[in-house]
């Protein structure tokens, strides 16, 4: 049972590059989110999801796009790369938001914009 | 929206010691969990406990929702809890916001 898996553990990106950040989850859970975390933070919401096809803005959306196109995935979208973008990344997935609502999160991915 | 907030934010003790971290949150939450993040940047799920107490060896944890706190204690400390603690709680409520994180507690345990 892998439970929340992310691709690419690390990237280096140029300005003006675009990437996407895939997240994988196998438990059949219907929200899953995207975090970032800066130095000396913690996670703040970027964008969220509550099943497939659908997509919500969190606390700090600019400069993301996200896409729900299957239950089991979440990728999150840079298209131009910005320096304040370097940050880890952290994906995150829950049953439901009722009585199960316990997270479990990916192994996070390091990028860097240069 | 929700605040939450951890104390002590920096905490350095020696092996064995024991310690307990505080979070505390600023409305009724139905979630609250204590992450442990190692010095390798994972986020580790160490309890789901949005009230009552649980206890898994050394760590144990109790919230009292009433009141808006929880603790976290870790008994006989080790190097390996070396990292930062985070607590982080959902309030009910429309949407599906996410979890709310503290700005953490970040343990030295030395040896």
């Known amino acids: 049972n892998a439970g929340v898996t992310q691709t690419p553990k690390f990237r280096v990106l140029k300005t003006g590059q675009s990437m996407t950040l895939l997240c994988a989850q196998d438990?059949?859970?219907?929200?899953m989110y995207w975090y970032r975390q800066d130095p000396g933070m913690g996670l703040r919401l970027i964008h969220y999801?509550?099943?497939?096809?659908?997509?919500a803005k969190g606390e700090v959306p600019d400069g993301y796009n996200v896409s729900r196109l299957k239950k089991q995935n979440f990728l999150l979208g840079l298209e131009s790369a910005a320096p304040s973008q370097t940050s880890v990344y952290f994906c995150?997935?829950?049953?439901?938001?009722?009585?199960?609502?316990?997270?479990?999160f990916g192994q996070g991915t390091r990028l860097t914009v240069v | 929206g929700i605040q939450v907030e951890q104390s002590p934010p920096d905490l350095i003790l020696q092996e064995g010691a024991n310690s307990t971290l505080r979070c505390n949150f600023s409305?009724?939450?139905?979630?609250l969990q204590w992450f442990h993040q190692n010095p390798w940047g994972q986020l580790i799920n160490l309890f789901y406990i949005p009230s009552g107490t649980k206890q898994n060896g050394r760590l144990s944890a109790t919230t009292v929702a009433t009141e808006r706190y929880s603790l976290l204690y870790i008994s006989s400390s080790q190097t390996t809890d070396s990292g930062v603690y985070f607590c982080?709680?959902?309030?009910?409520?429309?949407?599906?916001?996410?979890?709310?994180f503290g700005k953490g507690t970040h343990l030295i345990i030395q040896p």
């Open positions: 999801s509550v099943g497939e096809g659908t997509t």
């Open positions: 438990m059949n859970h219907e929200y």
């Open positions: 409305d009724s939450v139905n979630n």
């Open positions: 995150a997935s829950t049953f439901d938001r009722g009585l199960n609502t316990e997270a479990f």
């Open positions: 982080a709680v959902l309030s009910p409520g429309g949407g599906a916001d996410g979890l709310t």
